[in-house]
């Protein structure tokens, strides 16, 4: 498939912040060699993905599902703790509503909370009838248990630490009922390459989006680069986490949607707020990949946190003490580092009985004894990684973005319901809510010839490419400027430092006789993971505060005057754009 040239474009966009930023609109990529159409195309199999699928199956003729690896290898797989929702008689979705808005530090959107609270315990007695299993209290209803942030016990959980692959396996075995449906096609190890949009509006706005192009590896006829044509595109593409040297999240979790969504020029949201998950098992300084989560669910359960000297430092930081929130107990562990010249704090669980944690923590269990550690009888070293995005592609509160024809669900998206910080156990539940309303408005709108296929177009803007042998290299300016602990002098480093990045690998240099690297998934990946790294450190940049998950050394507290969302976009010519957007019925400050 050969797209049609784009229109000239005379009126690019003055940057307003972000001066200097340039950055590709597309990956340079071979053409698409094969075409697929539908009426959705779904990127990603967690929660989100999964959800969004299922639900679009019975409302429109035909769905597309493309997923990096498997159906179940989506980020919910790894999800240990639980789900929230006010399923409790004596809880409520107000209550679970505060509880949101405590954590988000004064910049959710109240009415996206709203919807999350209130739609979350019926969307999750529907996973129940539709088969995932959750643990059990000795009356027979679902059993509930307490996370930072919380002051309910309104958290679900399935296999004691295992909520996340259960709540994957009942949907992937949902999808795998329907495999023979005409109306469904799942097309597996699929990296999504690019958002496909049509024609740019009169004043170089960006064209809708109309699907996507994807590089299989290995599927029969679906192999190599494609094109999959849809007039909506919900992208359910996960985390950030390879941005950063240490996170919890899968290889996979390189930040394509979010990348593909800013060449695209969508807008982008709360890029900023990264939540370091605070215990998570600290092997040595120069393990990289995917680390060991120790949930906080074992702080729910009454585990303590000690200093190197055996000093339970928490109480003396918060009321809550380890069931503070997320970004409370990062930084109050970071500082405690800093104190007592150590890498890792300790976390102690020994008083609640090797019985109980063996049966609440089986697979925490297991997975501390590969590395020697016995939850039930040793103190567990842990120290803060990079966990969960609280910002992504901003989206309404039926998931449409700000392109035509695209939405998002789940942690690529922005909702608003996180805000600053995300309050323990609602990912799953806002990818599960947002999704189900994504997948109802799309439906509607292809219905009633809202949204219809149309020819894609060539963006216009250079191509880029770097090389996979740079992601360490991004990795460490990301983990040092954007990291747990920011300043403007490490952000401003890090940004000259990935401003220095070749982004050209492809392209032969001059008195070179070749290219540094072909197009290609590692090239791919790393291309996108410098992308969200730029303009997180860019945002970080701009933030001149101290706020949940972004905490700034040299602006350590919180300005009422930066109770707004900085939105981020490139303009037409492929510079970043960064606006200061009120929230939902503030006045802009002054």
């Known amino acids: 498939m050969t797209l049609a040239p784009a229109p000239a474009n005379p009126h690019g966009l003055e940057a307003r912040e972000g001066e200097g930023v340039v950055l590709a609109s597309h990956l340079?990529?071979?053409?698409?060699?094969?075409?697929?159409?539908?009426?959705?195309?779904?990127?990603?199999?967690?929660?989100?993905?999964?959800t969004a699928a299922l639900e679009l199956r019975t409302r429109v003729p035909r769905v597309l599902l493309v997923t990096k690896g498997v159906l179940a290898s989506g980020s919910t797989l790894w999800a240990q703790g639980g789900i929230a929702a006010a399923l409790d008689?004596?809880?409520?979705?107000?209550?679970?509503?505060?509880?949101?808005?405590?954590?988000?530090?004064?910049?959710?959107?109240?009415?996206?909370?709203?919807?999350?609270?209130?739609?979350?315990?019926?969307?999750?007695?529907?996973?129940?009838?539709g088969g995932a299993v959750?643990?059990?209290a000795a009356d027979g209803e679902i059993a509930l248990t307490r996370e930072g942030g919380h002051h309910a016990d309104r958290i679900a959980h399935a296999g004691g630490d295992a909520t996340g692959a259960e709540i994957s396996r009942a949907l992937v075995a949902q999808l795998d009922a329907v495999r023979s449906d005409p109306g469904i096609e799942v097309i597996e190890h699929a990296l999504v390459l690019d958002l496909l949009t049509g024609p740019?509006?009169?004043?170089?706005?960006?064209?809708?989006?109309?699907g996507v192009t994807l590089h299989v590896i290995g599927e029969g006829t679906r192999d190599g680069v494609g094109a999959a044509l849809a007039p909506a595109v919900v992208l359910a593409t996960g985390g950030i986490g390879q941005v950063f040297r240490s996170s919890t999240n899968p290889v996979q979790a390189t930040g394509d949607g979010i990348a593909a969504a800013l060449r695209a020029g969508a807008r982008l949201g709360d890029l900023e707020f990264v939540q370091f998950h605070p215990t998570v098992l600290w092997l040595g300084s120069g393990v990289r990949g995917q680390l060991t989560l120790v949930s906080e669910a074992v702080r729910g359960e009454g585990a303590y946190l000690l200093d190197t000297d055996g000093v339970r430092f928490m109480p003396a930081v918060h009321p809550m003490a380890e069931l503070a929130p997320r970004d409370v107990v990062a930084h109050a562990i970071v500082t405690q580092l800093a104190r007592t010249g150590s890498e890792h704090v300790l976390l102690d669980a020994r008083h609640l009985g090797g019985d109980f944690l063996r049966r609440r923590f089986p697979t925490i269990h297991e997975r501390l004894l590969e590395h020697g550690i016995d939850l039930t009888t040793d103190l567990v070293p842990v120290a803060p990684a990079q966990h969960y995005h609280s910002g992504g592609i901003v989206t309404d509160l039926v998931g449409r973005a700000s392109l035509r024809g695209l939405y998002a669900a789940g942690e690529v998206a922005c909702t608003g319901v996180h805000g600053a910080n995300r309050l323990a156990s609602n990912s799953l539940l806002e990818g599960l809510v947002f999704a189900h309303r994504a997948a109802r408005d799309i439906a509607e709108r292809v219905g009633a010839g809202e949204l219809v296929p149309e020819d894609?177009?060539?963006?216009?803007?250079?191509?880029?490419?770097?090389?996979g042998a740079s992601r360490s290299r991004i990795q460490r300016l990301a983990s040092s400027g954007p990291g747990v602990l920011r300043s403007g002098d490490g952000l401003r480093a890090a940004a000259e430092g990935l401003a220095g990045v070749r982004t050209d690998a492809h392209v032969v240099s001059h008195g070179s006789s070749g290219v540094v690297a072909d197009p290609q998934t590692a090239e791919w990946e790393t291309t996108n993971v410098h992308q969200v790294a730029t303009v997180l450190t860019a945002t970080a940049l701009e933030r001149e505060e101290s706020r949940g998950g972004h905490a700034r050394t040299d602006f350590p507290v919180p300005d009422d005057a930066w109770r707004l969302r900085i939105e981020a976009r490139l303009d037409a010519d492929g510079r970043l754009v960064t606006e200061r957007v009120p929230l939902a019925g503030d006045v802009p400050p002054a």
């Open 89 to 129: 008689p004596g809880d409520s979705p107000s209550a679970h509503l505060t509880d949101t808005l405590v954590a988000g530090a004064g910049v959710c959107d109240p009415r996206a909370v709203e919807v999350l609270v209130t739609e979350g315990p019926a969307r999750v007695r529907e996973l129940v009838a």
């Open 200 to 210: 740019a509006g009169p004043d170089g706005e960006p064209g809708a989006v109309c």
């Open 456 to 467: 894609p177009e060539q963006r216009p803007g250079r191509a880029a490419l770097v090389a």
């Open 28 to 50: 340079a990529a071979p053409e698409p060699g094969w075409t697929a159409r539908a009426d959705a195309v779904v990127v990603g199999s967690g929660i989100a993905g999964l």
């Open 134 to 136: 959750f643990d059990r």
